[in-house]
């Protein structure tokens, strides 16, 4: 495809969005998705330190999948300024770091947000151990 008509689809693709302030209502709330991954490789090099008899073959057939929840949850106390919250940001996991939080946040008068949390990191290499 020339890069004329890939620049003229993507620009009939996008689309502008608004951006709003988080819904803090009390109670509770959040959000889930479900990521999935496959990957799959045909390479010379492996694990088993086993001598290639010839370079012109293909290599081992290594696949692995992974699926795995991804989501917060939150609750939002009766004074709609203080929020205790869990999960994973959607930010944090388009850039590639798979982490669950456990925190609290609350809204400043000046309109600022403070936020305090504990980050764990996924075990995402375990996890995919143990599927392939």
Do not use: C
Not at 100 to 111: H, P, S, V
């Amino acid at each position: 495809m020339k890069p004329i008509y890939l620049g003229l689809v993507t620009a009939l693709a996008t689309f502008n969005s608004v951006a709003k302030p988080a819904d803090w209502t009390p109670g509770f709330g959040g959000d889930i998705s479900l990521m999935a991954a496959y990957t799959n490789t045909n390479s010379q090099f492996s694990d088993d330190n086993a001598t290639t008899p010839n370079l012109d073959s293909h290599g081992k057939d290594q696949s692995s999948t992974i699926v795995a929840p991804l989501g917060t949850l939150s609750y939002t106390l009766d004074n709609t300024k203080q929020q205790f919250f869990f999960g994973t940001d959607r930010s944090d996991v388009a850039l590639g770091r798979f982490h669950a939080e456990l925190g609290y946040r609350q809204k400043m008068d000046n309109g600022s947000t403070l936020s305090v949390s504990y980050i764990q990191v996924f075990w995402i290499s375990k996890l995919q151990a143990r599927i392939s």
